[in-house]
């Protein structure tokens, strides 16, 4: 079991930067792929980036360049620092953690963080 608790949302204007955090207990952090996703309202909920331990990262294509994922192993963090935001990345913002081990699928959800970006 992992639970995990996303902090760093709130409201910025256009240009400006966050950093979301998201602290994880519960069972082995290293072994799982850690994502960062987003739900705008009345839209699905849509993969921003995601990262493998290590340094392998993927971003989907409207935060390139603008966002980056990184990890601490040690602390069991994850943060996505998004920087030059749009109103566009106005949405939800809910870290995942996801590990398939022969049969088994652990698919773990924070609550989400609220990121508003407007002048």
């Known amino acids: 079991q992992v639970q995990l608790v996303e902090s760093g949302g709130g409201l910025v204007q256009p240009g400006g930067s966050l950093r979301l955090s998201c602290a994880a207990s519960?069972?082995?952090?290293?072994?799982?792929?850690m994502g960062w996703y987003r739900q705008a309202p009345g839209k699905q909920r849509d993969l921003v980036a995601t990262?493998?331990?290590?340094?392998?990262?993927n971003y989907a294509d409207s935060v390139k360049g603008r966002f980056t994922i990184s990890r601490d192993n040690a602390k069991n963090m994850v943060y996505l620092q998004m920087n030059r935001l749009k109103p566009e990345d106005t949405a939800v913002y809910y870290c995942?953690?996801?590990?398939?081990?022969?049969?088994?699928?652990?698919?773990?959800w924070g609550q989400g963080t609220q990121v508003t970006v407007s002048s």
């Open positions: 995942n953690a996801y590990r398939i081990r022969g049969r088994s699928v652990n698919d773990y």
């Open positions: 519960g069972s082995i952090f290293s072994s799982y792929v």
């Open positions: 990262i493998i331990t290590g340094v392998s990262t």
